[in-house]
Nanobody, 120 residues
Framework: QVQLVESGGGLVRPGGSLRLSCTAS????????AHWYRQPTGNRRDLVAT???????NYADSVSGRFTISRDAAKNTVYLQMNSLKPEDTAVYYC??????????????WGQGTPVTVSS
């Protein structure tokens, strides 16, 4: 029905930047809102950022001022721009989108996860 494919993760030095992408494909849908979560090895999955269909954004205190969530509706893609990266940002990052299918019904869809490692 709807699938999310994530990309953009990798290895970066402290203070560096990465841009994660989350592209939706499949059945026709209307976007409601999206989240980025992250899960460090051995720890819980935590909410990082949220964006609504109206462009309203929210961030976890740990990333506020450094990360920016955005959306390109024409490309069905949600982004997470990560600047001033710190070692504690190291985690697998997961995209989550809530959509309404054009044929009816809602879906909460998860990406496959993309790893980010911040290390010198």
């Amino acid at each position: 029905q709807v699938q999310l494919v994530e990309s953009g993760g990798g290895l970066v030095r402290p203070g560096g930047s990465l841009r994660l992408s989350c592209t939706a494909s499949g059945s026709a849908f209307n976007f409601n809102f999206a989240h980025w979560y992250r899960q460090p090895t051995g720890n819980r999955r935590d909410l990082v950022a949220t964006i609504t269909s109206g462009g309203v954004t929210n961030y976890a205190d740990s990333v506020s001022g450094r990360f920016t969530i955005s959306r390109d509706a024409a490309k069905n893609t949600v982004y997470l721009q990560m600047n001033s990266l710190k070692p504690e940002d190291t985690a697998v990052y997961y995209c989550n989108q809530d959509v309404e299918l054009s044929r009816g019904g809602g879906l909460d869809v998860w990406g496959q996860g993309t790893p980010v490692t911040v290390s010198s």
